[in-house]
T-cell receptor
Framework: EDKVVQSPLSLVVHEGDTVTLNCSYEVTNFRSLLWYKQEKKAPTFLFMLTSSGIEKKSGRLSSILDKKELFSILNITATQTGDSAVYLC???????????????FGKGTKLSVKP | DTGVSQDPRHKITKRGQNVTFRCDPISEHNRLYWYRQTLGQGPEFLTYFQNEAQLEKSRLLSDRFSAERPKGSFSTLEIQRTEQGDSAMYLC???????????FGPGTRLTVL
């Protein structure tokens, strides 16, 4: 069965710390891995990764994918209280007729950044 | 606001009643997805449409659930004979179909008493 596992499930840090969130997956016919940030509302898109070893960056956030070892990490440097959220990892699941499939989500990592 | 919109944002109903939710995707997006999210879990896929065609349904989608996208624009998700276990956030997402970067709506939070 396809699955996405995130760790840790929760994390408490202080402002300025650097954090690393982990996502491992077992999905047939892998196409892409996505990271989302969810505050008290709908998930907002952060990154989509399709190729191994190519880091994607956006400000203090960065992410990389390892398709051989079947995992991805999301790094946040110099954390701020506004980074407090649930970070969701999702992998594109089996597709229909060769086009994009649904997303299989992990349970998320709840990050709390203390001032 | 040109993002994905959902209506209503909150719905409280009694067990056994029927409910219907609406999702309006981003206008040029031809793919539309429905997910369900419960507390402490990531979203779980329910079904998706490409234009008006419903291409896939999860086994989570019991016979009490039905979804439509009659003109390939907005979509509705209906739950008949609601049960307390149906209480969840129902999320809609859309994508242009070229890549799978899905844009989520604000969700409809359903509470079944």
């Amino acid at each position: 069965e396809d699955k996405v596992v995130q760790s840790p499930l929760s994390l408490v840090v202080h402002e300025g710390d650097t954090v690393t969130l982990n996502c491992s997956y077992e999905v047939t016919n892998f196409r892409s891995l996505l990271w989302y940030k969810q505050e008290k509302k709908a998930p907002t898109f952060l990154f989509m990764l399709t190729s191994s070893g190519i880091e994607k960056k956006s400000g203090r956030l960065s992410s990389i994918l390892d398709k051989k070892e079947l995992f991805s990490i999301l790094n946040i440097t110099a954390t701020q209280t506004g980074d407090s959220a649930v970070y969701l990892c999702a992998v594109e699941g089996p597709n229909y007729g060769g086009s994009q499939g649904n997303l299989i989500f992990g349970k998320g990592t709840k990050l709390s950044v203390k001032p | 606001d040109t993002g994905v919109s959902q209506d209503p944002r909150h719905k409280i109903t009694k067990r056994g009643q029927n409910v219907t939710f609406r999702c309006d995707p981003i206008s040029e997006h031809n793919r539309l997805y429905w997910y369900r999210q419960t507390l402490g879990q990531g979203p779980e896929f329910l079904t998706y449409f490409q234009n008006e065609a419903q291409l896939e349904k999860s086994r989570l989608l019991s016979d009490r659930f039905s979804a439509e996208r009659p003109k390939g624009s907005f979509s509705t998700l209906e739950i008949q004979r609601t049960e307390q276990g149906d209480s969840a956030m129902y999320l809609c997402a859309s994508t242009p179909g070229r890549v799978n970067e899905q844009f989520f709506g604000p969700g409809t939070r359903l509470t079944v008493l």
